[in-house]
């Protein structure tokens, strides 16, 4: 959350639309202080964190994905499919490298198991191979 407020601050503030399920949402909402805050509760994956949250975002002149780098990257990706004219309007996030390292470990852990799995994923080989 502190990515989320930094960013707003060092862009004029807006809205912050926090998504996830089984009460994630609101409890990112509920570190959220004063600030415009929509939540979108019912995303179980980045891409539905990604579909979910478009209705709210269609409006604004940037977007800031505020996650760990690598849950970042992904979903910039998803916002690219699935809208390329939001897409453009992404600015980076206010990072700090040094505060929750722990988070950036564990998104680098979680986006290895993730190329991991595309990789050892027997139908895929099978696809690749062209069989």
């Known amino acids: 959350m502190s990515v989320a407020l930094r960013t707003l601050a060092a862009h004029g503030d807006g809205r912050l639309v926090v998504s996830g399920h089984n009460g994630e949402a ?57 809208s390329p004219d939001l897409a453009r309007r992404l ?5 700090r490298w040094q505060e929750g390292l722990w988070i950036q470990v564990g998104g680098a852990v979680y986006a290895a198991a993730l ?10 080989r099978v696809e690749r191979r062209g069989e």
Request: glycine share 2%; no cysteine.
């Open 91 to 95: 600015v980076p996030a206010e990072r």
């Open 26 to 82: 609101e409890r990112l909402a509920a570190l959220a202080g004063d600030t415009d805050v929509v939540i979108e509760p019912t995303a179980r994956t980045t891409l539905e964190n990604v579909e979910r949250s478009l209705p709210y975002l269609e409006d604004a002149d940037r977007l800031a994905i505020a996650s760990d780098w690598f849950h970042a990257r992904r979903a910039g990706r998803y916002l690219q499919r699935l």
């Open 115 to 124: 190329a991991a799995r595309r990789v050892l994923s027997p139908a895929e």
